[in-house]
C-alpha cells in the first residue's frame, strides 16, 4: 500500500474513535425526569428517549390527571417514581404499578418536590402554563440542568429564575424551537455580540385574516394549525400571536438580549427555526422539519449531536421560502406581550394569567376570538402594578389575577 493512502487511512481510522470516545465522554448517561409527560411534548421526549436506552434514561413521570396514560408510560419506560397532580387519581395509578417497583405520588406538592431526588441529572419541563413555575425553579433551586418547553415559567419569573439559574449554576436549555435554534445558532460564538435575534412565526391558522373574519371563528377553526401538531393552549397561542409575544420575553431571558433587539417575522414555511445577527452583520440560522423531536434531543443531549431515526427536510418539499411583518392591529397580543415586558414588576404575571384564562374560555366557546386581546387589554391595564419577589409572590399574583377577573368579567 502506498505510504501516504496509509497515513491518511490511519489518520481517519484515529479521528473516529477519537471522536467516538469524546462523545461518549461529553454525553454521560442521564436520567431524566418529565415533568407533564402526558403532554404533546412530554409524548415526544418519550420518544426521543426510546432511541438512545443507553444514554437517557427516565427516571420521573408527571401529569395533571390523564391517569390511564401515566400508567402505560410508567409500565413502558419503569422510572423510578410517578407523580399525578390530581389527588382523586392516586389509587387508581397506585394499584395499577402494584408490584411493580415504582414510586407513586399525588399532589402539586408531590410535584414541586419531585424534581429534588438525588438520582436526576436533568429535569424537562413540559407542563402547560404557570403550574409549570414552581417544580421548575424548585429544579433549578435544586441545582438540576433543566430542559424547558414551559415558557411561561421565564414569562412570569424570568428575573428570578435566571438570577437563581446564574447563582446556582445550572444551565437551562431551550426546548422551544425558535429559542433552540437561536441556541444552535449561537454554538461557538457565545462571546460574539449579538445584533440583534430574529424569532419566526408561522403566523397559525388565521394568517392574512381581518377582524371581521377573526369575530366568527370557532375553536376547532383556531385549534387547526397549519405546521405544528401541538397542546391546545399553545396552538391558541398561536392563533392569536400571543405565542410570539410569549417568546419574545423568553428570549430576553434566556439569551440577556434586550427587548428592542429582538424582532419578529412571520414566515409561513415554519422551516428557519429563528436567527441570530451578529455584530458583523452575518446572520446565522438553524432550518429544520417542524417537529418539536429534534430541539427535545438536542436539549436533552446537548452538547452531543447523536443520530437518530427522525424524518429528514428536504428542500424539494419547500421550492420557497417567504417572509413578512407580523399583522400587530389586527393580532394586537404580540404587542401587549412587549408591553407588559417592558412595564416589568407583575405585568408580565398578569398578561400569562388573563392569557390562560380568556384561552380556556376561549375554548369552552364562552368568549370570542376577538375577547381574547381586548380582555387581556383591560386586565392588564387595570391590575394594580407591584414587584414580586419571589415565587410564592408571583403565584400569588397569578391567583388574584384569576379571582378579580373572575369577578370582575
Ligand atoms: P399539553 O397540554 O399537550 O400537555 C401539558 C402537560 O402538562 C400534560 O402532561 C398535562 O397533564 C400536564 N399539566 C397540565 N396542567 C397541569 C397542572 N396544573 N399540574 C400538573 N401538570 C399539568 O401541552 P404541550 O405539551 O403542548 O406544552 C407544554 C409546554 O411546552 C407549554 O408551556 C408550551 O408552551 C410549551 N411548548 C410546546 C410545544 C409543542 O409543540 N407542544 C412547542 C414549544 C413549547 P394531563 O395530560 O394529565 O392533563
Ligand atoms: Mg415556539
Redesign the pocket.
Known sequence: MNIGIFISLFIGIFFLVYLQIDIEKIMQPRKIAI????????RQALEVIEQFPDLLKVEVL?????SD??IAQAKQFNPNAVVI?DESKYERVKDALWGEDIKVFAG?SS?RDIVEMESIDMVLS????V??LPPTWNAIAHGKPVAL????TLVVAGDIITQKAQEKAVNIFP???EHSAIFQSLAGEFHNPIEKLLITASGGPFLGKDISFLQTVTPADALKHPN?N?????TI?SATLMNKGLEVIEAKWLFSVPLEKIEVIVHPQSAIHSLVMFADGSLKAQIGLPD?KLPIQYALTYPARLPNHFPRFSFANYPSFTFMPPDTGTFPCLRLAREASLAGGNMPCILNAANEVTVSLFLQEKIKFTQIPSIIEKTLASFPFSTPKTVEEYMNEDKECRNWMAKTL
Open positions: 415533568l407533564g409527560s402526558t403532554g404533546s411534548i412530554g408527571t401529569a395533571a390527571s390523564q396514560l401515566l397532580a402539586d410535584l413540559a407542563i402547560v402554563g403550574a409549570g418547553a414551559n415558557k411561561e426546548v422551544d424551537s405544528w401541538m397542546g391546545n393552549k399553545i397561542d418539536m
